[in-house]
């Protein structure tokens, strides 16, 4: 049994590629895969102090989304994954958010990773994994926020078409919607203790969540010992939507 799960879970010249791994929740993936022996390739604006491949890149530029994807896909054409852990957020106080924050938003979030994805696998003849990164506001309402609930609501529609349409490829997409984690987006919020404790006594776990419990579920659902799961979302949230949106 041991022989066998460390089977499942090694890494060993596997290519992952992470979107957003130089913080958050995405740099927690990124040094567990380091420690399971991938060769992790990481895409964003600043490169972290780890032991990775790296590759610049702004995701407001579609552009350089694109150059940056074709440049990937060069050079490493085999035993891949792909963790799309990067998003952005602009909350604001505006009754109706602005047009330019929205498109941005929704840019950044879903429409430029399509173009990276696509870009990717191409010229790939069979097999690799896709995971998007969504959250638990793709299926709920986010006060104030309607472009990110929007961009991962999108997101998670995304990981369902491309699960088919990528199947004859034996490529398969699964999406993991995280709740409230302690991140550098989440700060402000965490921050508060008012918002906090009040978050915390909605969510049926009492708590929390920390980066490291949305980084095992992802790389589980990267590894062999997910190789059936395909099209699904995978929900991490310590059973905060259960309840749905706090009151």
Avoid at 34 to 50: C, D, F, H, Q, Y
Avoid at 167 to 178: D, H, M, T, W, Y
Avoid at 211 to 235: K, R
Wanted: aromatic share 10%; with cysteine.
């Amino acid at each position: 049994m041991q022989k066998l799960l460390r089977n499942y879970f090694d890494f060993t010249n596997k290519n992952v590629v992470i979107l957003g791994g130089s913080k958050g929740i995405g740099l927690t993936i990124t040094k567990e895969l380091i420690n399971l022996g991938a060769t992790v390739i990481i895409v964003s604006r600043t490169k972290p102090n780890l032991n990775v491949v790296f590759y610049k890149c702004d995701f407001e530029n579609l552009q350089e989304v694109k150059e940056v994807a074709k440049k990937i896909k060069k050079d490493y054409k085999k035993n891949w994954a792909i963790v799309n852990a990067l998003a952005i957020t602009i909350p604001s106080n505006e009754k109706i958010q602005l047009p330019e924050i929205f498109e941005k938003i929704i840019n950044v979030n879903l429409v430029n990773h399509y173009y990276f994805i696509s870009g990717m696998v191409s010229t790939v003849e069979v097999g690799g994994s896709i995971l998007n990164i969504s959250s638990i506001y793709g299926d709920l309402a986010f006060p104030g926020n309607p472009s990110y609930s929007s961009s991962k609501s999108g997101l998670n529609g995304l990981t369902r078409s491309l699960s088919y349409d990528l199947s004859k490829k034996k490529i398969r997409v699964n999406s993991l919607s995280a709740g409230y984690i302690k991140s550098n987006m989440t700060k402000k919020s965490y921050n508060n203790k008012i918002k906090r404790k009040k978050i915390s006594g909605h969510t049926l776990l009492g708590r929390w969540g920390n980066s490291i419990e949305v980084a095992m579920p992802a790389i589980f659902l990267i590894s062999n010992a997910s190789s059936y799961i395909n099209g699904q979302n995978i929900i991490v949230d310590g059973g905060w939507s259960v309840k749905g949106f706090y009151q």
